[in-house]
């Protein structure tokens, strides 16, 4: 298809971005990062990277520490962030849930977080603690937006859906876009969604 006519368009209040996917599914875990990219504007993750040094940087989290044990991440989560579909704020409980959906025996992208995880817990209202199965010095950027491997969804939305398909749409994040709408083989359509706290 030619998407110059699109791209070129008058109307600045629309941008038309392609990409092509390995597997469409609205499942993010099932997702590898390529795949994910169609998803980036609707989730976020702990972990951002500035879009011009490059350089990890707070996103749902205001910071991080490793813990004593060398094995283990503390996270301090923004405060106010809210869900997509007023699905109320996120905060670690949700982190403890999606791990769990994440661990299931049938989520494909379980190989990769499987032999890195041991656990997620609260600590706090808005703090957690992820636990992992040995020291890993590239954990920040596996669990970060530059990997892509690991988007934020709302959990109590994902069970609400049961496993999402085609036609349920995907589970709803927190990021500056918000989901729309999609057509298998040709687009999927965003349109704004919280404001950044």
């Known amino acids: 298809r030619d998407w110059s006519s699109d791209v070129c368009s008058s ?20 997702l590898r990062t390529v795949d994910l990219l169609a998803f980036r504007p609707f989730y976020e993750y702990p972990v951002g990277v500035n879009s ?3 350089k990890l940087e707070p996103q749902l989290a205001t910071e991080w520490s490793v813990e004593p044990n060398g094995t283990s991440y503390r996270f301090k989560l923004r405060r106010g962030v809210q869900w997509h579909g007023n699905r109320g704020e996120f905060k670690a409980q949700d982190m403890v849930d999606m791990y ?11 190989v990769i977080y499987q032999p890195l995880f041991k656990g997620v817990e609260v600590a706090g209202e808005y703090e957690a603690l992820v636990h992992l199965k040995s020291a890993d010095s590239t954990f920040l950027t596996t669990f970060s937006e530059q990997r892509g491997v690991f988007p934020f969804f709302n959990p109590a939305h994902f069970e609400e859906l049961g496993t999402p398909t085609m036609q349920s749409g995907p589970p709803v994040g927190t990021g500056p876009y918000q989901f729309k709408e999609r057509s298998q083989g040709q687009y999927v359509r965003y349109e704004i969604g919280r404001a950044h706290v």
């Open 52 to 54: 011009t040094t490059g």
């Open 100 to 110: 769990r959906l994440n661990m299931r025996d049938e989520t494909t992208n379980r």
């Open 11 to 30: 109307d600045l209040t629309r941008l038309v971005m392609a990409i092509s996917p390995i597997k469409e599914n609205n499942d993010p875990r099932e």
